[in-house]
């Protein structure tokens, strides 16, 4: 049980384009979904938490307009980077958390590249 | 504020001797406390946690970890390692809930790789 999936697990797209990678709970109801960004050789940061139906809510230095974030169901948040840029080359991890627990559970990541 | 230290970039350990991955914590209140695996390019996966209760906590795949609340400590220990424990291990650390200030974020350590030798 409490498995997290993320689709794609890689992707490669131009400077200037838009990409979106979903994350979803296979097995149980995501009341909030939470987006981590890792660079090479570094912890994960946490991005935005985001509560089904509702704004998600970005940490600090994080711009919410490059960045969109969208809870429309109990098991679906997508992430959109928009105009994404070389600098946006990152791994992306997202984790989920069900109600009334206090566990996350986290994707496989992935991997974007922008060229 | 909450924070995590691993002081230790990487550990190198021979196969067979006993590893030790170091992880001091800072929290206000109790501190629930995680140990995570991930090998390239994968996610996390989830090793162990504590909340209460016993001061050693035994988790996946052979690994425990001891709370030392005096010393704010929650280390990651192995017997006997392998050469597929290989990987970077983060310990996080969250706050447990309030009633006042609701659900508390995740906070990472900067990870440790353990590189175990044949």
């Known amino acids: 049980g409490a498995v997290v999936s993320q689709h794609p697990s890689r992707v490669i797209c131009k400077s200037g384009t838009s990409v979106k990678i979903e994350c979803r709970s296979l097995?149980?109801?995501?009341?909030?979904m939470f987006w981590y960004r890792q660079f090479p050789k570094q912890s994960l940061m946490l991005m935005a938490t985001?509560?089904?139906?509702?704004?998600?809510?970005?940490e600090q230095g994080v711009e919410k307009d490059k960045f969109l974030i969208n809870h429309a169901s109990l098991t679906l948040s997508t992430l959109t980077v928009t105009s994404a840029h070389p600098e946006d080359s990152s791994f992306y991890i997202c984790?989920?958390?069900?109600?009334?627990?206090?566990?996350?559970?986290f994707g496989p990541g992935t991997r974007l590249t922008v060229t | 504020a909450q924070s995590v230290a691993q002081p230790e970039d990487q550990v190198n350990v021979a196969e067979g001797n006993p590893l030790t991955v170091k992880c001091t914590y800072s929290?206000?209140?109790?501190?629930?406390l995680f140990w995570y695996v991930q090998y390239p390019n994968r996610g996390l996966q989830f090793l162990l946690k504590?909340?209460?209760?016993?001061?050693l906590v035994k988790g996946s795949y052979g690994f425990e970890a001891e709370f030392n609340k005096s010393q704010t400590s929650f280390h990651l220990k192995k017997p006997s390692a392998l050469v597929s424990d290989s990987a970077l291990y983060f310990c996080a650390v969250r706050a447990l809930r309030h009633a006042n200030t609701g659900f508390q974020k995740l906070v990472f350590g900067t990870g440790t790789r353990l590189l175990v030798s044949p």
């Open positions: 097995d149980f109801q995501a009341t909030t």
């Open positions: 504590y909340i209460t209760g016993d001061n």
């Open positions: 929290v206000s209140g109790n501190p629930y």
């Open positions: 985001s509560n089904e139906g509702s704004k998600a809510t970005y």
């Open positions: 984790s989920a958390r069900g109600p009334g627990s206090n566990e996350q559970y």
